[in-house]
């Protein structure tokens, strides 16, 4: 008999309204063999193909049901090393589950919930890689502690080096810490993830904002870094260019999200931070920002909250789950439609004018194009929350003379070589908003071409 | 954490304090702010960087609400728990020959590095300094060193001119002429002095001081609108040139938690009597 894709528990969909817990509750020991009875341990396995850190699925897998389940997280851990942060916010039906066998003809095995298994099994039970560590006596120092930051700062430490991290924010994480709510990636899995990195021997400064605190050049010469990684994310929100988009009331994501995860307003005024969202909230946008925006209105006591959306409900880029979850908590999805104005009252946001679309000819994303109607919509709003995507925060490029960047302002690299002899780059200061494992293997993979780079300039 | 190495009371408002922070101080110039927070919840405070020398950076705060209270509760030998700077850009230094400073209140602080600078240069240096009365004038003594004149303005007139430092300032071009022009202080006041500035052709430059979080660009919170475009205080500025600021949109901006402000200002009243 054919066994279907285990279901993972959910927190109730009402109570989960007014809190900031974990809406999946993951998988028991017992659903996690269950689940991993259904791969196929295929000859040429696709879900490694599809990982972007290759992580060996099939060996794991093979370990859960063979119940050496500290292996399996060994097995894991090896190609990435956060792993119960990516187990919960990777998009694994774009990736390892969308190239799964299983789910071509039926649904595919649940891949990122076995790793998130594997993971908090770890945390929970104190289960450790011992990674032995030959040093070289060489440093180098790694820009931001998001995820392509740790993932480079990991792969460094394992190849030898001292490793140093530099972090802006008072906190260590980047996206993870100021972004990602608590109810899809709770603050304490971040915390005890890096807190193995710090074990790992690598170096952790907060409070330093490379180009302003210290420069790139200060770095190699009052440092002695042999190279450096700049893993600074895309830190800077992007605006609508609209009239009215400066009226209070009108936040970027990165403002309202920081405000709630990083300074945890929604413990006002215990956390002396605060967050105003009134009754009804806007959130333009389709993507996971915009899903994490509105659902964490909703629960700091909006009453009503609505997607903006140019596009239709299929073309929406946030991860599937979160989608799903967003329509379960009431949040509620105003498609094909375009903002073009706030309208406001002595500079207070009170109104979001739209204009309806229509869905064209596909364009180069495949999906529909929206194109205009000259119609236009009126919603009555207290407050809204711009979600349209990041760009590389600027400060770097600003404050480093040789670093070419392009017009998008993204760090241009070869191998992930910038146009600075030693210094490399990756993740979203590269790519642009992208994902957090997109990051990890990027921050990973440049780790090879540093060590060559150091090494042939001894 | 970053240790109080002195702190010196201004007025019943404002407080001086040099914090130990030698990385800070290392690429500090005239116009940089810091970031601080007192402690592990609290919430992200921009401060100008008045002075600093090799260990440490000098910063001056008035105690207006909630998070400037409980810094003002800290004394010399106490630690604050997050300090990271220097951020902004350095203030733009103009080739000119002679500088009018206007500070209102606690703009005195923010000003101080600004003309000490240009007097560096050798720039003539004037200074209009306002406050609500006599002990609200600050840094005196320190101005004293270097400006070639300086004019004060109170509001009770228990020092120098009674009236705005507009209003006297109004009365000294009449007979003087200066190439540039810095305002600092409450919004307001530097939107009156940009208004009457203009009509004598004097360029101004402001420092702006919305709202912040994290201070490096990444929010969005300090965002002003210049000219009709939108810039962010905390990397494009916090000195811009004062022409063209929606300073009214900026008023809006910065009181948008009054009232969440207020109820912090409760909790801490409630625990000090408690």
Known sequence: ?458 | MYKILSKKKLNNDVDLMIIEAPLVAKNTKPGHFIILRVNEEGERIPLTIVDSDKNSVTIIYQKLGYSTNLLGTLSEGDYIFDFVGPLGKAAHIRDVKSVIGIAGGVGAAPLFPQLKEYKRRGVNVDLVLGGRSKDYLLLIDEYKEFCDNIYCCTDDGSFGFKGFVTEFALDLYRTKRYDQAIAIGPLIMMKNVVLLNEKYDLPTDVSLNPIMIDGTGMCGNCRVTIHGKTFFACVDGPDFPGEGVNFDELMTRQKYYEEEEHICNLELMINENS
């Open chain 1, 1 to 458: 008999m054919k066994i279907p894709r285990v279901k993972m528990e959910l927190l109730d969909s009402f109570t989960r309204q007014s809190n900031f817990e974990e809406v999946s509750c993951g998988f028991t020991l017992g659903q996690s063999k269950l689940e991993a009875s259904r791969c196929l341990d295929c000859k040429n396995p696709r879900c490694v193909t599809a990982c972007p850190v290759h992580i060996n699925i099939p060996l794991f897998i093979k370990q859960i049901i063979t119940d050496d389940i500290n292996d399996a997280y060994f097995t894991l851990y090896k190609d990435n090393i956060l792993p119960a942060i990516c187990g919960r916010v990777c998009p694994q039906e774009k990736q390892c589950e969308g190239a799964c066998i299983v789910g071509i003809k039926g649904e595919s095995v649940a891949i990122g919930a076995l790793e998130r298994f594997l993971g908090d099994h770890a945390l929970k039970n104190d289960v450790r890689v011992n990674d032995a560590i030959i040093e070289n006596g060489m440093n180098v120092a790694v820009v931001g502690s998001g995820p392509a930051g740790l993932a480079n700062a990991a792969s460094m430490r394992r190849l030898g080096y001292g490793v140093t991290i530099y972090e802006a924010l008072h906190e260590f994480g980047g996206v993870l810490k100021y972004g990602i709510p608590d109810f899809r990636l709770p603050k304490d899995i971040v915390e005890e993830e890096i807190n193995r990195l710090k074990d790992m021997g690598i170096n952790f400064l907060k409070n330093v904002v490379i180009g302003k605190t210290i420069t790139i050049d200060q770095l190699f010469k009052d440092y002695g870094y042999k190279a450096i990684f700049l893993g600074s994310g895309a830190g800077l929100p992007s605006s609508l260019h609209l009239p009215g988009e400066n009226y209070s009331g009108v936040y970027y994501a990165n403002e309202f999200l920081t405000r709630v995860n990083l300074m945890k307003s929604r413990n006002f005024p215990q956390s002396p931070t605060p967050v105003r969202t009134g009754d009804n909230v806007a959130v333009v946008g389709g993507g996971n920002v915009a899903m994490d925006a509105a659902r964490t209105a909703k629960r700091l006591g909006a009453k009503n909250v609505f997607i903006l959306y140019r596009r239709d409900m299929n073309s929406l880029p946030a991860r599937l789950d979160e989608v799903h979850h967003a329509i379960d908590e009431g949040i509620d999805f105003r498609l094909l439609l375009n903002p073009v104005e706030f309208i406001g009252k002595d500079y207070l946001i009170n109104r979001v004018k739209c204009e309806i679309m229509e869905l064209g000819e596909e364009d180069s994303s495949g999906r529909r194009r929206p194109m205009p109607t000259g119609k236009f919509n009126y919603y009555d709003i207290d407050s809204c929350v711009i979600s349209i995507g990041q760009k590389p925060n600027p400060i770097l490029k600003d404050s480093t003379k040789d670093l070419v960047t392009d017009k998008w302002g993204r760090i241009v690299v070869e191998d992930f070589q910038t146009s600075i002899p030693g210094v490399f780059a990756g993740g979203d200061v590269v790519s642009g908003a992208a994902t957090v494992i997109l990051a990890m293997g990027a921050g990973k993979d440049a780790s090879p071409y540093m060590d060559k780079y150091i090494k042939s300039n001894l």
